[in-house]
């Protein structure tokens, strides 16, 4: 089982400790790429249930940031839960990465939104469709939301993103360095809006001024905070100047 990269993949990012000795807790991604995160059709649910019931004292949560989680589940059970999880698509090892967006509904169901939320961040997840590439940038939180009441928690996003209405038209303020948590802050503003066929470019040039400047092991809120938004505001505009 240790020699399974994929599980161990999956340990890594989807399982995290318990305060019981043989136990975990474990995470079901509702994140894999290119789906509306948070979503889960009838079916998952089912074997959900089944997982909760067989491994987790029939108990199951969801959190804020659109997962489930098997809060009880016995060390020893942990490869069959991950295969079991794996075989429903319930087993993205992507917990904590780029990918892992919170997103509210947006204009695609909600009729207070300015903008889509779920098509920014489907283009996102598609932009980083790359595991080794998401290990390699590390801890990073996204959230988007579809107007200013900020269901999808923009505001405290390592990267926040916010649909704005403009002249009737749908565009998407950014902002970085925000944060939940005990050191919490809002993010700051980087400048004028994009368009949506813009977003996933933005957010790669973002990354790429993290992975020039980062120390090491620090994240991408650290960085952010060290630097200010000079240096990203710089790359994300000139690029926009030249396209
Ligand atoms: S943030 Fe706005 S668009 Fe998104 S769900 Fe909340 S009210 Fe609707």
Same mark, same amino acid.
Request: net charge negative.
């Given at each position: ?20 000795? !043989?136990?975990?807790? =474990? ?6 790429? !290119? ?14 249930? @089944?997982?909760?019931?067989? %491994?987790?004292?029939?108990?199951? +949560?969801?959190?804020? $940031? *659109? ?5 009880? /589940? ?11 999880? +794996? ?8 917990? !904590? ?20 939320? #779920?098509? &920014? ?5 598609? *932009?980083?469709?790359?595991?080794? %590439?998401?290990?390699? &940038? !590390? @801890?990073?939180?996204?959230? #988007? ?18 649909? =704005?209405?403009? @002249?009737?038209?749908?565009? %998407? ?23 949506? $066929?813009?977003?996933?470019?933005? =957010?790669? +040039?973002? &990354?790429? /001024? ?6 090491? $092991?620090?994240?991408? #809120? ?13 790359? =994300?505009?000139?690029?926009? $100047?030249?396209?």
């Amino acid at each position: 089982m240790a020699s399974n990269p994929a599980f161990a993949a999956w340990v890594k990012r989807c399982v995290q400790p318990h305060r019981v000795p !043989g136990y975990r807790a =474990v995470t079901l991604s509702l994140k894999p790429h !290119g789906k509306a995160p948070g979503d889960i059709t009838s079916e998952q649910m089912h074997v959900v249930a @089944d997982l909760a019931d067989a %491994y987790s004292f029939g108990e199951l +949560r969801s959190s804020h $940031e *659109q997962n489930l989680i098997l809060a009880d /589940v016995q060390l020893s059970d942990l490869f069959a839960v991950w295969e079991k999880a +794996r075989a429903a698509g319930l087993a993205t090892p992507n917990i !904590g990465l780029l990918t892992d967006i919170i997103c509210c509904p947006g204009g695609d169901f909600c009729s207070l939104a300015n903008a889509k939320s #779920i098509p &920014i961040a489907e283009a996102i997840q598609m *932009q980083f469709d790359n595991l080794d %590439y998401l290990y390699e &940038i !590390g @801890d990073l939180e996204l959230n #988007i939301s579809g107007c200013m009441n900020a269901c999808g928690h923009h505001h405290v996003g390592h990267i926040g993103i916010l649909g =704005v209405d403009k @002249d009737g038209s749908e565009w %998407y303020q950014v902002t970085i360095g925000g944060k939940q948590g005990n050191d919490a802050s809002i993010g700051t503003v980087i400048g004028p809006s994009f368009s949506a $066929e813009e977003m996933p470019g933005v =957010v790669k +040039r973002l &990354i790429e /001024v993290y992975v020039r400047e980062r120390h090491d $092991e620090e994240r991408f #809120i650290d960085t952010v905070r060290r630097l200010g938004v000079a240096p990203f505001k710089a790359h =994300v505009y000139a690029e926009k $100047e030249t396209a």
